[in-house]
């Protein structure tokens, strides 16, 4: 949960999702829609569908425990390098490193490492310092100061040198190139894109989508999208797999939002009309009562079109 999210927003998600699935064979026992469900509104929903993945595997293949070494973490669905290291020293004591935001900036000052980071191969180097640097008696101790040094004083702006108790052996400090280091690395450009959203309604209903392999959200529930602002989607209704047959009536405008997704700035229109046919049935498309969406796990997008339906 604490990936790319901060402690505090996590918390009460935290709390639900352990009293719900308080063991390993519990979580893996769970329909995926269940875990999607607690997991809304924490985004990046590839989390909770890799832990569900790992705890399967940890029933599967390894009789319910969870591996105790580096290699075993690391084949488990989701637990990459970073996770692997903290899991490795924090809960089972053993001397890997670990490399994030925080301890990458102190390390990289520590050394004066003056080149771009935040990319695997530009962070390669850090690795094999913190690697060089942790210890055999209590690592996870370690990695958790050098994680907490550099979010309370190695910070990204205005560290406090004066106070710092590396100081004395920091490179950075000592060549004053503390401003400089570390190195930020080329940020990627935000598209912009336009979509619209289309509520369609029949008979007391609505017809919301599950997001497909490899789609964003992928598996949790949505209004069926078109491409363009909503002035041009409209045209695109009968060319939709999901709309197409149909008989869409005219569509009418229920607002905007925006969101961002992975670099991604989205103008959603959002734009309701009437079926004259429910069309064939298929999996990933279902008819649901207003009432009924609050049950389902949904984009977040998804569930503010749901409020504006009241
Ligand atoms: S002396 Fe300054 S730059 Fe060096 S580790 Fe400490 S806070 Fe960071």
């Known amino acids: 949960m604490l990936q790319q999210t901060q402690v505090e927003r996590v918390k009460d998600f935290y709390v639900r999702f352990l009293d719900r699935f308080p063991t390993v064979a519990a979580l893996a026992a769970a329909a995926e829609h269940d875990v999607l469900r607690l997991w809304e509104g924490l985004g990046y929903y590839r989390r909770a569908r890799q832990l569900h993945a790992a705890a399967k595997t940890i029933v599967a293949d390894h009789a319910g425990e969870f591996p105790r070494t580096l290699a075993g973490l690391r084949s488990l669905p989701g637990i990459g390098r970073y996770t692997a290291g903290a899991i490795a020293s924090i809960a089972f004591d053993l001397p890997e490193p670990i490399v994030e935001a925080n301890s990458r900036r102190v390390i990289a000052r520590l050394a004066g490492h003056a080149a771009p980071l935040g990319t695997a191969a530009g962070d390669e180097p850090i690795w094999e310092l913190a690697a060089g640097l942790v210890p055999q008696q209590h690592p996870g101790r370690f990695n958790q100061a050098l994680m907490d040094l550099g979010a309370l004083v190695c910070t990204p702006e205005q560290p406090l040198c004066g106070t710092c108790p590396l100081a004395a052996c920091c490179v ?7 401003t400089e280091i570390p190195m930020k690395a080329a940020r990627r450009e935000v ?48 060319r939709s797999d999901v709309l197409s047959g149909l008989a869409c009536g005219a569509t009418s405008r229920l607002g905007t939002i925006e969101h961002t997704v992975t670099h991604h700035r989205i103008t959603l229109d959002v734009v309701a009309c009437a079926a004259g046919r429910s069309g064939k049935a298929a999996t990933g498309r279902r008819w649901v009562t207003a ?9 977040s997008p998804g569930r503010r079109i749901a409020r504006m339906l009241g």
């Open 172 to 178: 950075a400090k000592q060549t004053g190139r503390v």
């Open 191 to 238: 598209k912009h894109v336009c979509e619209t959203a289309v509520v369609v309604r029949r008979a007391g209903r609505v017809l919301v989508v599950r997001r497909g392999p490899g789609e964003w959200w992928e598996g949790l529930w949505d209004f069926p999208r078109l491409p363009g602002a909503a002035r041009v989607a409209r045209r695109g209704i009968e």
């Open 291 to 299: 009432t009924s969406l609050a049950s389902l796990a949904m984009t």
